[in-house]
């Protein structure tokens, strides 16, 4: 079966601090996909980040960047120079293909506060 | 371009009455996927469909849940009779392509049911 665990219920810093939020998953799978989505306090679910599991290269986005190793099954968010506006929930969710049903499955999430 | 979009945005209800959560999909994406959002369980997918067809429902709590999607820019999750338990964030998502593709969601539907 597979899990995203997020270990980090709450994260507070104040701004321009760097912050790195943890992502661990778990499956048997040798194909699957990772996503990053954020949840301002408006509610809604943003779409930041798609990764497939065949491609390790980090990627960098602005004051976003995001490492994935295979080797730990981790795929970590880090916020650079944060800022108010990044205070949202931040969620992992993992697809996999040849699970039937291709839904995404999300960790618990980890609620970033950047205090001014 | 629209995003999704979710009616009502936010829904009161007593118990045992009906509801219905609507959405719209971004136009010419294939898949359309209803989720429920709470704090004791998180986000859970309740039922997704594929040009227009239930591929997975396992994720629905039980018979009072139904969902359609008439065709390819309409669906609909219903509640028939509602209890409160069911107080939750619904959020629908569509997706073009596959797995591998990012799903994009709506606002959602803040519920309570008194």
């Known amino acids: 079966a597979q899990k995203v665990t997020q270990a980090q219920t709450e994260i507070s810093v104040v701004e321009k601090e760097d912050v790195t939020l943890d992502c661990v998953y778990e499956?048997?799978?040798?194909?699957?996909?990772l996503f990053w989505y954020k949840q301002p306090p408006s509610g809604e679910l943003v779409f930041l980040i798609r990764r497939n599991s065949f491609d390790e290269q980090n990627e960098i986005s602005g004051r976003y960047s995001w490492n994935f190793q295979k080797s730990t099954s981790s795929f970590n968010f880090t916020i650079t120079a944060s800022q108010v506006v990044d205070s949202a929930v931040y969620f992992c969710?993992?697809?996999?293909?040849?699970?039937?049903?291709?839904?995404?499955?999300f960790g618990q999430g980890t609620r970033l506060t950047i205090n001014p | 371009d629209a995003g999704v979009i979710q009616s009502p945005r936010h829904e009161v209800t007593e118990m045992g009455q009906e509801v219905t959560l609507r959405c719209k999909p971004i136009s010419g994406h294939n898949s359309l996927f209803w989720y429920r959002q709470t704090m004791m369980r998180g986000l859970e997918l309740l039922i997704y469909?594929?040009?227009?067809?239930?591929?997975?429902d396992s994720g629905m709590p039980e018979d009072r849940f139904s969902a359609k999607m008439p065709n390819a820019s309409f669906s609909t999750l219903k509640i028939q009779p509602s209890e409160p338990r069911d107080s939750a964030v619904y959020f629908c998502?569509?997706?073009?392509?596959?797995?591998?593709?990012?799903?994009?969601f709506g606002p959602g539907t803040r519920l309570t049911v008194t």
């Open positions: 998502a569509s997706r073009y392509g596959t797995s591998g593709d990012e799903q994009y």
């Open positions: 969710a993992l697809s996999i293909p040849s699970q039937g049903a291709q839904k995404l499955v």
């Open positions: 499956t048997r799978d040798t194909t699957y996909y």
């Open positions: 469909f594929n040009n227009n067809v239930p591929i997975d």
